[in-house]
């Protein structure tokens, strides 16, 4: 049996990432190669230039490829951007029968149904996300197949995406298939909302069930997903990432923007108050001009103020949500989770338990334990999509589907032939004294007809 290898393509708006992975023995994730490369071509999640973005997709999976020596014809893409919409909706139907149990194909046939719905307009439905269900107005039902019932209705969380966003990334695939040299054979598997991917490799299954909301911070964006009972009950994403801390560094400090950013990354604290005013950097800046001294403590205060403001945003979120007090906390990844003193600031302003998320929850050995790192969440998890589905309990009908297509279909039994010749004769019989009777009636309208012409 040939061995499953998948891969998945963040397409983020500071880097393209490429991680290619198989489930070893022990059910758990290795991943074989990975490849990056930073993208100029995408803005707040949504591709502005496509040869740009094409040219770091290249890259990503050139060296993917080589890392793991695997030919890549299927890549699982992330989809993001602010335009992200997720809308609640409600369907039901009625069952033939209340005698026998609901099944997997009446669950499906809801979420079909689901999908047939009218999105805004210029977006198209991404994904179909099962709230609860009810059965016969008995409501909050986790899983209805098995139960007896006639009247079956479901809540959906739908969540959709405009539909040229998700256009301009496939054509981003083909160019990429073009200058690969693949033929048309490069296409797209699973397209899956950058958050859910992030939440598949961060999240532990005792607090999806607990409660948690997972925020991976980007470049431009900053993604939510809230979990529940093991079901995604709210997404949302929020314009505004690590970019804008950098570019407030670039502005306060008035320094160039790759020196903005190596200051975030090597000295920046989200909270001002553990930094020292003893401490100064020295930049360089215009060729000819002295390096320029900055305070540690007057870049913390830069940093801190930004990054309070989208702190509070993300709560006021998960505040409208209904979600404001979650047992499991909040969990942040992504590459601007990295930042120092993050966790803490989250704490103080939310208070709700904090912590940074590794893509390592589900997985085992791999050969580049580099990809263990928070601004790789997204792309494990896209891999991860490609074993299993996002929704729990597809998961569990996906399992039981082999042991249903095993069962055979029973066949309705022909009588045997000398009862079906009789049954056949008894019809005829029928039809001939239904044939009399008729006749007879005939004759005595024709009768009584003839009488009254007489009179």
């Given at each position: 049996m040939e061995e499953k290898i998948v891969v998945g393509l963040d397409i983020g708006s500071s880097k393209v990432c490429a991680v290619v992975g198989k489930m070893n023995e022990y059910g758990r994730l290795e991943i074989l190669g990975l490849g990056q490369a930073p993208c100029s071509g995408v803005v707040r999640g949504v591709v502005t230039n496509i040869d740009r973005t094409v040219d770091a997709i290249v890259k990503?999976?050139?060296?993917?490829?080589?890392?793991?020596?695997?030919?890549?014809?299927?890549?699982?893409?992330?989809?993001?951007?602010?335009?992200?919409?997720?809308?609640?909706?409600?369907?039901?139907?009625?069952?033939?029968?209340?005698?026998?149990?609901?099944?997997?194909?009446?669950?499906?046939?809801?979420?079909?149904?689901?999908?047939?719905?009218?999105?805004?307009?210029?977006?198209?439905?991404?994904?179909?996300?099962?709230?609860?269900?009810?059965?016969?107005?008995?409501?909050?039902?986790?899983?209805?197949?098995?139960?007896?019932?006639?009247?079956?209705?479901?809540?959906?969380?739908?969540?959709?995406?405009?539909?040229?966003?998700?256009?301009?990334?496939?054509?981003?695939?083909?160019k990429a298939d073009r200058l690969l040299g693949k033929r048309g054979q490069l296409k797209i598997g699973e397209r899956v909302l950058e958050p859910i991917a992030a939440g598949m490799a961060v999240l532990m299954d005792e607090e999806k069930e607990a409660g948690v909301a997972m925020v991976d911070i980007g470049g431009d964006t900053t993604d939510i997903a809230i979990f529940h009972k093991n079901i995604i009950r709210h997404t949302s994403v929020i314009p505004f990432g690590g970019n804008i801390v950098t570019r407030d560094i670039e502005d306060g400090c008035t320094i160039q923007a790759k020196y903005a950013e190596l200051l975030k990354i090597r000295f920046g604290l989200a909270l001002s108050e553990p930094a020292s005013w003893n401490e100064v950097v020295s930049i360089p800046v215009l060729p000819g001009r002295p390096p320029k001294e900055i305070s540690i403590k007057n870049l913390a205060y830069i940093i801190e103020a930004r990054m309070e403001e989208i702190v509070?945003?993300?709560?006021?979120?998960?505040?409208?949500?209904?979600?404001?007090?979650?047992?499991?906390?909040?969990?942040?990844?992504?590459?601007?989770?990295?930042?120092?003193?993050?966790?803490?600031?989250f704490e103080l302003t939310t208070g709700m338990h904090t912590r940074i998320g590794n893509p390592n929850q589900h997985m085992g050995r791999s050969q580049n334990e580099a990809v263990k790192a928070p601004m790789y969440a997204a792309a494990v998890g896209l891999v991860m999509a490609g074993f299993r589905a996002i929704d729990e309990r597809e998961n569990d009908y996906l399992k039981a589907k082999p042991v249903m297509a095993a069962a055979p279909a029973q066949q309705p039994q022909q009588p045997p032939r000398k009862e079906r010749e009789q049954d056949g004769n008894a019809k005829q019989g029928g039809g001939r004294f239904f044939n009399s009777i008729l006749d007879r009636t005939r004759r005595f309208l024709s009768d009584d007809m003839d009488d009254r012409m007489e009179y």
């Open positions: 990503a999976i050139n060296e993917a490829e080589t890392q793991a020596n695997v030919n890549i014809l299927e890549v699982n893409v992330s989809i993001s951007g602010q335009q992200i919409r997720s809308i609640r909706e409600r369907t039901g139907f009625t069952r033939l029968s209340a005698d026998k149990e609901i099944t997997v194909e009446d669950v499906m046939r809801l979420n079909e149904d689901m999908r047939r719905i009218q999105p805004p307009v210029g977006n198209q439905i991404l994904h179909v996300v099962p709230q609860d269900y009810s059965v016969d107005y008995a409501s909050g039902i986790y899983d209805p197949v098995g139960m007896l019932g006639v009247k079956l209705e479901g809540e959906f969380h739908v969540i959709t995406a405009p539909f040229a966003a998700i256009a301009n990334i496939q054509k981003c695939i083909e509070e945003m993300i709560y006021a979120e998960l505040s409208r949500a209904g979600y404001d007090r979650l047992t499991g906390g909040i969990v942040l990844t992504g590459g601007g989770s990295q930042l120092q003193y993050l966790r803490e600031l």
